[in-house]
């Protein structure tokens, strides 16, 4: 098991690196620019909140005239993609800019709760004016697994344990969710307009997907707790 967990690791270790490797210019671009990490941290949250408010104005026009709006849930997806990237670029400015600060830690953790809360309840709310009950049922289970994930790492680490583990992390939640929202949308536009098929429940699945394996992370993190308190204990 801890071999299986240590391959996990080294491989997100890697496609980290990677993915510094690439944005390292642009990050050090903003840098000259006088970009603060602060700052990047607030344009991905507004990034975030514009996607929201997509999902919501397709769910509400959706409610108006009858049809799914799919051009707006493509357009929300690709907002979400693209304003999250500020989430891996606001800790590399802070490293390379020699900015990081306890606070920026803490900004950058408040409004990536921000962030899900927001385009998770944007997506449930075009679920319910699209008249699509059950998907905005597990996308609110979705969104409160979201939350625990982040709760319980913070409530252990409060206590002095490292609480990392779990497969959906952010990052898997936030493609997941974005890659879903894509794939909804174009399919949606791209199906004949007799097509008996409905391209939200595209949307449906990977909510599901986010609401089981976030839930259950949120479990693992709790019981890797407790065996942490019970070795301390010992000790």
Same mark, same amino acid.
């Given at each position: 098991?801890?071999?299986?967990?240590?391959?996990?690791?080294?491989?997100?270790?890697?496609?980290?690196?990677?993915?510094?490797?690439?944005?390292?210019?642009?990050?050090?671009?903003?840098?000259?620019?006088?970009?603060?990490?602060?700052?990047?941290?607030?344009?991905?949250?507004?990034?975030?909140?514009?996607?929201?408010?997509?999902?919501?104005?397709?769910?509400?026009?959706?409610?108006?005239?009858?049809?799914?709006?799919?051009?707006?849930?493509?357009?929300?997806?690709?907002?979400?993609?693209?304003?999250?990237?500020?989430?891996?670029?606001?800790?590399? +400015?802070?490293? #390379?800019?020699?900015?990081? /600060?306890?606070?920026?830690?803490?900004? @950058? %953790?408040?409004? !990536?709760?921000? =962030?899900?809360?927001?385009?998770?309840?944007?997506?449930?709310?075009?679920?319910?004016?699209?008249?699509?009950?059950?998907?905005?049922?597990?996308?609110?289970?979705?969104?409160?697994?979201?939350?625990?994930?982040?709760?319980?790492?913070?409530?252990?680490?409060?206590?002095?344990?490292?609480?990392?583990?779990?497969?959906?992390?952010?990052?898997?939640?936030?493609?997941?969710?974005? +890659?879903?929202? #894509?794939?909804?949308?174009? /399919?949606?536009?791209?199906?004949?307009? @007799? %097509?008996?098929? !409905?391209?939200? =429940?595209?949307?449906?699945?990977?909510?599901?997907?986010?609401?089981?394996?976030?839930?259950?992370?949120?479990?693992?993190?709790?019981?890797?707790?407790?065996?942490?308190?019970?070795?301390?204990?010992?000790?």
């Amino acid at each position: 098991m801890k071999t299986a967990k240590s391959a996990v690791k080294a491989k997100r270790d890697w496609l980290q690196q990677l993915i510094y490797v690439v944005i390292n210019p642009f990050v050090r671009l903003l840098i000259r620019m006088g970009f603060t990490p602060n700052t990047v941290t607030t344009i991905g949250f507004l990034g975030n909140v514009a996607a929201a408010a997509v999902f919501c104005a397709a769910g509400y026009e959706a409610s108006i005239d009858g049809t799914p709006h799919y051009g707006l849930i493509t357009w929300g997806g690709a907002l979400i993609i693209i304003f999250s990237l500020f989430d891996m670029l606001d800790g590399q +400015v802070a490293r #390379l800019g020699n900015m990081a /600060t306890t606070f920026g830690a803490m900004y @950058d %953790s408040v409004l !990536d709760r921000y =962030c899900e809360m927001l385009t998770l309840g944007g997506i449930s709310y075009y679920m319910i004016m699209t008249c699509h009950p059950i998907g905005a049922l597990i996308t609110f289970i979705a969104l409160v697994g979201s939350l625990m994930v982040s709760y319980v790492r913070a409530r252990a680490e409060g206590l002095g344990i490292e609480c990392k583990i779990g497969f959906m992390q952010r990052p898997e939640r936030v493609v997941v969710t974005a +890659v879903s929202a #894509l794939a909804c949308g174009i /399919t949606g536009q791209s199906l004949a307009p @007799d %097509s008996s098929f !409905d391209a939200v =429940c595209i949307l449906t699945v990977a909510m599901g997907i986010i609401a089981v394996f976030a839930n259950l992370t949120a479990f693992a993190r709790l019981g890797h707790s407790k065996r942490e308190m019970q070795k301390k204990e010992k000790k």
